[in-house]
Nanobody, 116 residues
Framework: QVQVVESGGGLVQAGGSLRLSCAAS????????MDWYRQAPGKQRELVAT???????DYADSVKGRFTISRDNAKNTVYLQMNSLKPEDTAVYYC??????????WGQGTQVTVSS
C-alpha cells in the first residue's frame, strides 16, 4: 500500500523558517523523482521544487535561494527547508512522487501560513 505523508507545516512570521518532511512507503523510493507543490487559495497548484532520482534539484524562480529540497533514500523521506518565508508562500504544500510510465503518488498536504 502506497503512502505519502507530509508533516512540518504551521504558522510562522515573515522572515522565519520551516522544514517540511515527506515520508513515503509502498514503492521503490530511490527510483522516483520527488516533488514539492503548493496551492494557495484561488490559485492553481504550482511546482515548487524537485529532487530527481539521480540527485539533481530544481526550483521555481519564486523560491530559488530561499528553499532547499533534499532527500534521504535510506529513510524514504524528502525534505523542504524553507527560509526567509514571505506571506505569499502561504499555501497547502503537497509532496508527490513521480516516475516516467508509472503512477504519480500524492500526499494529503500540509498547511503553511506566513503572517506579515
Amino acid at each position: 500500500q502506497v503512502q505519502v505523508v507530509e508533516s512540518g507545516g504551521g504558522l510562522v512570521q515573515a522572515g522565519g523558517s520551516l522544514r517540511l518532511s515527506c515520508a513515503a512507503s509502498g514503492f521503490i523510493f530511490s527510483l522516483y523523482a520527488m516533488d514539492w507543490y503548493r496551492q494557495a487559495p484561488g490559485k492553481q497548484r504550482e511546482l515548487v521544487a524537485t529532487a530527481t532520482s539521480g540527485g539533481s534539484t530544481d526550483y521555481a524562480d519564486s523560491v530559488k535561494g530561499r528553499f532547499t529540497i533534499s532527500r534521504d533514500n535510506a529513510k524514504n523521506t524528502v525534505y523542504l527547508q524553507m527560509n526567509s518565508l514571505k506571506p505569499e508562500d502561504t499555501a497547502v504544500y503537497y509532496c508527490a512522487a513521480h516516475r516516467l510510465n508509472y503512477n504519480t503518488y500524492w500526499g494529503q498536504g500540509t498547511q503553511v501560513t506566513v503572517s506579515s
